[in-house]
């Protein structure tokens, strides 16, 4: 039986109803066959576990951690207090204020305590900004984002030739 592989990605989130958003940072992650682990992790209601899993994030091998929330979306920051590692917040829109309140309370971390936050909703572009930080030490996957950026743009060349013809 073949181990798996040790994760180098933590994606957590306040909910599994964030579940539905924050997939989308695993399915980039997979495409570049990133090793990651998700779970729930609440800010609000469980937060000795919350402080715990930021704290030994690094020590377990993790190189970045992608946290995402709605609301009062404390999580991205609070890990980010507690950890040496990049985080990068996923404003998770919920019914109301259009995710406008994850956002700003995701973005506006003070000085020092830096969160790399993604669009609302934008949780793809978080899978994808682990895979560069990861690639800057590691030219195999680097070679594999640029082919990927290369395929973005052979898309958007296409799309500009049918819109001419
Ligand atoms: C936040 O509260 C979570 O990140 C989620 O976006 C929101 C709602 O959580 P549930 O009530 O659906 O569990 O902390």
Redesign the pocket.
């Known amino acids: 039986m073949s181990e798996r592989p040790a994760p180098r990605v933590g994606i957590v989130?306040?909910?599994d109803?964030?579940w539905p958003v924050m997939e989308a940072a695993a399915k980039a992650l997979a495409e570049f066959d990133v090793a990651h682990e998700a779970d729930v992790v609440?800010a609000?209601r469980m937060p000795a576990e919350m402080l715990a899993y930021g704290e030994q994030a690094a020590g377990r091998g993790l190189s970045v951690i992608i946290a995402?929330?709605?609301?009062a979306?404390h999580?991205p920051g609070m890990l980010a207090a507690v950890t040496p590692l990049p985080v990068i917040g996923v404003p998770?829109p919920?019914k109301y204020l259009d995710g406008m309140d994850s956002l700003l309370s995701i973005v506006q971390m003070p000085a020092g305590v830096p969160v790399a936050t993604v669009a609302v909703g934008g949780a793809r572009n978080a899978g994808l900004l682990a895979v560069r930080i990861l690639a800057a030490t590691d030219p195999a996957l680097q070679q594999r984002m640029l082919d990927f950026q290369a395929e973005l743009k052979a898309t958007a060349q296409a799309k500009g030739e049918r819109v001419r013809n």
């Open positions: 989130m306040g909910s109803s964030d609440s609000h995402g929330a709605g609301g979306a999580l998770v919920l």
